[in-house]
């Protein structure tokens, strides 16, 4: 679905006030967290969002991360719903998001899910990685093989092809350690929180968008203009966006300006109407 820039501002508007309520939660529980990824360059670049992004990405340290889970729903208004594969029984990614249960994001991978599938902003891990690039590389490389054999017990591998066919095989092997998908879970979770952020040189996300920077820009932030509020960014900003995107400030071509998650967006409506016309119909 290609997202007129009208329904990008409101989609924006719902997501900065999710956004908001999360960084209210943050101050309550005396956490740290940031924005990442494209939301940091957003910040830094349009002083908000991207204007073609449609989603939202805040990153916390594992040990802030975890006790966000614990008891940030009882903070957060009832119209936001904390999800995760702990919460939601047919959610299914390693990281959690916060959702507009009055709203409506339905992304195609996840089209005929039945789970909640409001408008969301992404809560993300950010984890130790080791103290050398070598040692970055080797760990991520484990990471790679979890996350592979996590999507063959979701089902998001494809066996087209011979290649394929042998990966496939080779990962079903591996998934055959673990009886169920929250057996492998609490795998990845026991991988990915090994290194505190603050005990090595270099940090970064695992879970959602791989990326590696150097420690200090997730442990030290600044605060910065995002729309009508300010939040925390990286204190180097323009060395992890320098890791992360290279030329940063360097708009993209035009054909690569466009919204890329959303397949349905109703800002009015819950995602239970859509839900259920599509029970309807099968």
């Known amino acids: 679905m290609i997202l007129s820039n009208k329904q990008l501002k ?14 209210t939660v943050c101050e309550k529980l005396n956490l740290h967290y940031i924005l990442i990824s494209g939301s940091a360059l957003g910040a830094v670049r349009h002083d908000g969002f991207i204007p073609w992004d449609d989603d939202v990405d805040v990153g916390l340290p594992r040990k802030d991360y975890e ?6 729903q009882k903070y957060l208004p009832k119209h936001l719903f904390l999800q995760t594969m702990y919460t939601d029984k047919n959610y299914r990614n390693p990281f959690a998001k916060i959702r ?5 994001f339905i992304e195609e991978s996840v089209k005929n899910v039945v789970m909640n599938q409001g408008i969301y902003i992404d809560i993300i891990p950010i984890d130790g990685q080791g103290n050398t690039k070598e040692e970055v590389h080797k760990n991520t490389h484990k990471y790679l093989k979890l996350e592979e054999i ?3 017990k979701c089902k998001r591998i494809r ?13 079903f092997l591996l998934s055959l350690r673990y009886p169920n998908i929250y057996k492998l879970e609490k795998t990845i979770h026991k991988f990915c929180s090994r290194i505190d952020i603050h005990d090595c040189k270099y940090s970064g996300n695992y879970v959602a968008v791989l990326e590696t920077t150097n420690s200090n820009c997730y442990c030290k932030t600044v605060k910065h203009i995002f729309e009508d509020i300010e939040v925390n960014i990286p204190s180097d900003t323009d060395l992890y966006l320098k890791n992360v995107y290279g030329d940063y400030m360097k708009l993209p071509p035009k054909e690569s300006r466009v919204a890329k998650h959303c397949f349905i967006l109703d800002t009015k ?14």
């Open 10 to 23: 409101e989609l924006h508007a719902v997501e900065l006030d999710i956004l908001k309520e999360f960084i």
């Open 67 to 72: 006790k966000f889970l614990k008891y940030g």
């Open 100 to 104: 507009n249960n009055n709203t409506t």
């Open 150 to 152: 996590y999507n063959l």
């Open 159 to 171: 066996t087209k092809g011979i290649r394929n066919k042998i990966r496939y095989c080779y990962y």
């Open 269 to 282: 409506s819950s995602y239970i109407n859509y839900i259920n016309k599509s029970n309807d119909k099968m």
